[in-house]
């Protein structure tokens, strides 16, 4: 093996983590270098270009914090800004930091062999090419691994079928055309809301509907940005501070120290206020409380049934089987108007589920609809996926997929015992996948790369976690987890996904971290304190 196959870093994956990431290192002085397996940069970005895909963070608190000069440069032009834009500030950032000298496209690592006498790892990418590194970063993702579904006669449909993940680059054409969506979670409320009128016809395929509340996008003007940018201190300051990572702040007053009157005109204003208001800004009580939380799903279902004009597709469209904010909250812009359109159809699954795809269309129990496109937005293998997509072998040969075969175990989501020299930016048990992303991951980026710089400064070269401290971390993950409501929710967050095969449907696999970003960010600090006690350094 040449030398010039080795580096003393791989990232793996040059989306919003790993651009972050190769900059931190970089700067650092570190060989390293990124190994994106698409052909170019922006992970979810690049690849989620359905119609209606945009942020449902404020833009402002999900670019980048790190430089100032860019924080001044860039112009949000949308409070919620659109994919094409994001990717767009995505590219900005990397040609600005001069990155993409450092990474590497269409380079698809598929096995990752931990070597003990060389204290290395060894790197396969599809196509047979092997490379080495001292370390390796993972910035995956933790929504890049679609899932499909499992339908007779998928492949027989004879019109356009995508995922969303996969969305092509060229525009598909939707006048005239009847489409079908299955699907109604974050993503599947977007598109239905944007192609609503579009197309000429529209079914929506529905097996459990989702909690959903008023996004309230607008654009952001000259004078608005200047505001943003003159107070971008605070508003990060303000995302570490709250649970979910961004500006909104609960109500401590006490749900039940009010009266039911001053609780529905909270929730009045928070409907009408724009992103996660209603959920971050609420009283905490209705994330743990049962009476709370059913008093606020009542209200978000009367709203529902105030926008829905067909009664009984309102209760179609109501969930009965969650309370309000336990799954991920989607948002929406006028998806709940769509339905009161006459080219717009609601079929529920539950009550006549899909039988096969044709070669035009899809059979129901009860009937056929005809489709030109279908559109599967059926979400992802979430969080563990893209490292179960990857052979990685840790000390003495074991697989991370067997380790993590019931659900992962990880020290603070960045390190898994076995496995050394193994950092994860936005992994299993990080706050990543259930707070703002971007903040988030700034945190799990600089924890690394401290890190990293801390075991080069002490000629350290093989890093491993206790296996008492990733223990007690995933207690932390599952105490907190069991004491909230969302525990008996079937989303992605909890890892009970019936959709991926192998996961056991009903498993809660205890996959991401709910303690909140600034309790996480404790964590993250007391680890590092006094030289990474928990890390074994040789
Ligand atoms: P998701 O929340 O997992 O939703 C998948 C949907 O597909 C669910 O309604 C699910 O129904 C349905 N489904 C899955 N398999 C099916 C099948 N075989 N037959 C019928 N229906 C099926 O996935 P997502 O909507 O892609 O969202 C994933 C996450 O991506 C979001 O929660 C969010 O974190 C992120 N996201 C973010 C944004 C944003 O920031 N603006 C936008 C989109 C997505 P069941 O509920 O019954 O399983």
Redesign the pocket.
Known sequence: MTDSQHNDVVVLGAGVSGIYQIKRLTDLGLDAIVLEADEDLGG?WYR?RYPG?????ESYTYGYSFSKELLDEWHWKER?SPQPENLRYLNYVADKFDLRRHMRFGARVVGMSWDEEGRRWHLHLQGGETRTARFVVTSVG??SI??L???EGLDDFEGDAFH??WWPKEPVPLAGRRAGV?????????VIAEIAGQVADLTV??????WSTPLNNAPISEAEMDGIRARYDEIFANCASTAGGFEHLADRRGFWNVSREERVALWDRLYETPGFALLAGNFPEIYFDEAANREISDYVADRIRRRVNDPAVAEKLIPKDHGFGT?????ETHYFEAYNRDDVHLVD?RETP?ERFTSNGIQTSVAHHDLDLIV?????D?ITGAFDRIRIRGTEGRLLSDKWRDGPSTYLGLLTHGFPNMLMVAGPQSVS?STN?PRAIEGGVDWVTALLAFAYEHGHTRLEVHAEAERDWVEEVKRIHEGLLLRRS????TGY???VAGHGAGRVRYQAYFGGAPRYAQFLARAAAGGYPRIEKS
């Open positions: 979810t989620n895909a945009r942020f449902d963070s919620f933790v929504l679609p899932a579904p499992e339908y969303t993940y299955i699907g109604t979670g974050a993503t599947g409320i977007q395929f529905q097996r459990r509907p989702n799954q991920r909250l989607p948002l699954l899909i599967l937005a059926t979400g992802f979430a996948g992303f079937r989303g992605w967050f996904n019936a959709n």
